[in-house]
């Protein structure tokens, strides 16, 4: 049997708990799932993470940061409607082929809204500063056109709420929004 290290484990944890949290959610997932998922103990668990609202802000924080480098690594080298068609068609592929990816992101948006209503701002924080570095990695390579990557980003959660909601990619909803990510635009840009 391999022993893996402690940021093996860690690694090993935050791929468990990003599966069990997009699922059930910062509320309605326990530390318990999460630790026989990965074949550990709850102690062990929190050595790793001190509590579940750490845990829960890593799993977050590596969704972010994730996605973001999905756009960065698309878009590179590319500029204008190149990249922001590498950009939606990779973005796509990842809420597609990692949907837990983007059952994550809602779970997280989900959270923060909840934890700022109570007072608590840390959730909201990180996300902030990791959708902030989410702009920034689209915001630059579509010339730093704040409509475009407002539209793009716009565009962008529209498509998540939709696949949330479990929209089949054939439904008639999706026409309009091919469009807006820049698969089909008029010759004039519209």
């Known amino acids: 049997m391999v022993r893996m290290s402690a940021e093996e484990r860690r690694e ?3 791929r468990a708990a990003m599966n069990e949290f997009a699922k059930g959610g910062y ?5 318990e799932a999460i630790a ?4 550990v103990s709850q102690p062990y668990l929190f050595r790793l993470f001190p509590s579940k609202k750490a845990l ?10 994730d996605t973001r480098r999905v756009f960065e690594e698309s878009s590179e080298g590319l500029h204008g409607e190149e990249a922001l068609r590498a950009m939606a068609e990779a973005y796509t592929r990842l809420i597609t082929e990692r949907p837990e990816r983007l059952q994550m992101q809602l779970q997280t948006y989900v959270t ?3 934890a700022e209503a109570a007072g608590d701002h840390e959730f909201g924080e990180m996300v902030r500063k990791g959708w902030l570095e989410i702009w920034d990695a689209v915001h630059l390579p579509l010339g730093g056109d704040v409509g475009e990557t407002t539209s793009f980003m716009a565009s962008g959660m529209l498509i998540n709420a939709l696949a949330g909601m479990g929209f089949p990619p054939e439904h008639r909803i999706w026409d309009g929004l091919r469009l807006s990510a820049g698969s089909e635009r008029n010759p ?3």
């Open 27 to 31: 509320h309605g997932t326990s530390t």
């Open 36 to 39: 026989k998922r990965v074949g």
């Open 188 to 190: 004039d840009g519209s």
């Open 112 to 114: 923060v809204a909840a």
């Open 56 to 65: 829960f802000l890593a799993v977050a924080e590596r969704c972010l940061q």
């Open 12 to 14: 090993s944890v935050i």
